[in-house]
Nanobody
């Protein structure tokens, strides 16, 4: 079992920023792919960004230009920097991980991932 620890949700006004983080308990140097998903009320779960810890990334159209993924030095924590947030970004955000690198076309699919975080709420007011 791989534990994922999420932090960083909250409430902001439109145009504001938040940074989410997800720490993955894997050995230093181990491979993984981490994805970020969100579920807004009344909507289906959406994959928004994903990163293999070789630094290859994928972004949904809704995230491109506003959201950026990065890693810390030991490559076991992934950050999702969210800028210029809109009310439509209000959702429960989840990180997910699989212990291998995922091909680009699969990184935003929930079925790629084995382990899931508990979710953190992001609320953007107008």
């Amino acid at each position: 079992q791989v534990q994922l620890t999420e932090c960083g949700g909250g409430s902001v006004r439109a145009g504001g920023s938040l940074r989410l983080s997800c720490a993955v308990a894997v050995p230093t140097g181990g491979k993984y792919c981490m994805g970020w998903f969100r579920r807004a009320p009344g909507k289906e779960r959406e994959g928004i960004a994903a990163l293999n810890n070789d630094d290859s990334t994928s972004y949904a159209d809704s995230a491109k230009g506003r959201f950026t993924l990065s890693q810390d030095g030991d490559r076991r924590t992934v950050y999702l920097q969210m800028n210029n947030l809109e009310p439509e970004d209000t959702a429960l955000y989840y990180c997910a991980a699989t212990l291998s690198w995922a091909p680009e076309g699969t990184r935003l699919s929930a079925g790629t991932y084995t382990y899931w975080g508990q979710g953190t709420q992001v609320t953007v007011s107008s």
